[in-house]
């Protein structure tokens, strides 16, 4: 099955820096890879999310890149402020040994704290 | 914005009790999930659903239950609650065709 791993596993910025989260992923047949932040005491929400058949997304501050060859996708977060302060994950699809249906295999996570 | 709830939000509850975590959604997904959170923040699959009258175990082995009766609800059960079961239980859909799933905000489960 597919297996994603994230890294760094806690990262602390000053505020108006910048801050990159790095995932792999072991199955070359996933095309979907989004990004969560979960913020304290609530639930993971999609923040960005990139295809395979691209190569990098941007919305405002956040932006993905996807390098399909290295199997390796980034989150890259610009003029960071305190209320990125989260939990981060990023995650992609997987198919079912039946190959039936997909579901999405997380990374680990990454708390992400900016410092003011 | 995502339509999906959990209830309750936070649970404190004496071992051994029977208890049910309710999650329902309004987007008429047919695909929902169970993820248990540990404090070390990863996030683990424990059951999930496709559709109606349709539900497997996860990656992570649960001594929990579900059903799926209905579109919109997806329940978890505890026959017997243990300290061990301690933890934050995540519901999430996700729609046909789409890989985004759609989280609710949790409910936080204290054992004691």
């Known amino acids: 099955g597919e297996n994603v791993e994230q890294h760094p596993s806690t990262l602390s910025v000053q505020e108006g820096d910048s801050a990159v989260i790095k995932c792999t992923y072991s199955?070359?047949?996933?095309?979907?890879f989004p990004w969560y932040k979960q913020e304290l005491g609530k639930g993971p929400q999609l923040i960005i999310d990139?295809?395979?058949?691209?190569g990098e997304k941007k919305d405002q501050r956040i932006a993905v890149t996807l390098n399909k060859t290295a199997k390796h996708f980034s989150l890259h977060i610009t003029e960071t402020q305190p209320e990125d302060s989260a939990v981060y994950f990023c995650a992609a699809t997987v198919t079912f040994s039946s190959g039936s249906a997909r579901q999405l295999t997380f990374g680990s996570g990454t708390q992400l704290t900016v410092l003011p | 914005e995502a339509d999906i709830y959990q209830t309750p939000r936070y649970l404190v509850i004496g071992t051994g009790k029977k208890i049910t975590l309710e999650c329902s959604q309004t987007?008429?997904?047919?695909?929902m999930y169970w993820y248990q959170q540990d404090p070390g923040m990863e996030l683990h699959l424990i059951h999930y659903?496709?559709?109606?009258?349709?539900?497997e175990k996860g990656d992570l082995s649960s001594e929990s239950t579900v059903s799926r009766i209905r579109t919109e609800h997806f329940p978890l059960t505890l026959e017997s609650a243990r300290p061990s079961h301690t933890s934050q239980y995540l519901c999430a859909s996700r729609g046909q065709g789409v890989g985004t799933q759609y989280f609710g905000p949790g409910t936080r489960l204290l054992v004691l």
């Open positions: 659903s496709y559709g109606v009258n349709s539900t």
């Open positions: 987007m008429g997904h047919d695909k």
């Open positions: 990139i295809r395979s058949n691209v």
């Open positions: 199955d070359s047949a996933s095309n979907y």
